[in-house]
Nanobody
Framework: QVQLVESGGGLVQAGGSLRLSCAVS????????MGWFRQAPGKEREFVAA????????YYEESVKGRFTISRDNAKNTVYLQMNSLRSEDTAVYFC????????????????????WGQGTQVTVSS
């Protein structure tokens, strides 16, 4: 059974940084395209970033470009989201998701089927 477990969320002041981690178990992590999504209160879940299974293809939602960095460590079966220059509007529950041989450029589509999801980790940015 594939499991995704996020960690690293918390409370941070605007302008600060956090690094989220998503540890994957029970499946071939090296074959998974991984993505980060977020959902703010009263809003729909939105795409944040995605990284292909080779690590060579990376995509970001426009508002996080230059501030967030997605990366992966296949030896640790973990994907990361480094978040810098955090803003109050980044406050949300952050989720990771996986799709075997997924197309990272498709992760931003709301109708693109993803195989696995984590339970989420709360990020709160105070202004």
């Amino acid at each position: 059974q594939v499991q995704l477990v996020e960690s690293g969320g918390g409370l941070v002041q605007a302008g600060g940084s956090l690094r989220l981690s998503c540890a994957v178990s029970g499946g071939p992590f090296r074959l998974y395209t991984m993505g980060w999504f977020r959902q703010a209160p009263g809003k729909e879940r939105e795409f944040v970033a995605a990284i292909g299974w080779t690590g060579n293809s990376i995509y970001y939602e426009e508002s996080v470009k230059g501030r967030f960095t997605i990366s992966r460590d296949n030896a640790k079966n973990t994907v990361y989201l480094q978040m810098n220059s955090l803003r109050s509007e980044d406050t949300a529950v952050y989720f990771c998701a996986a799709k075997q041989f997924g197309l990272p450029e498709q992760f931003s589509r709301s109708d693109y089927p993803l195989n696995y999801w984590g339970q989420g980790t709360q990020v709160t940015v105070s202004s």
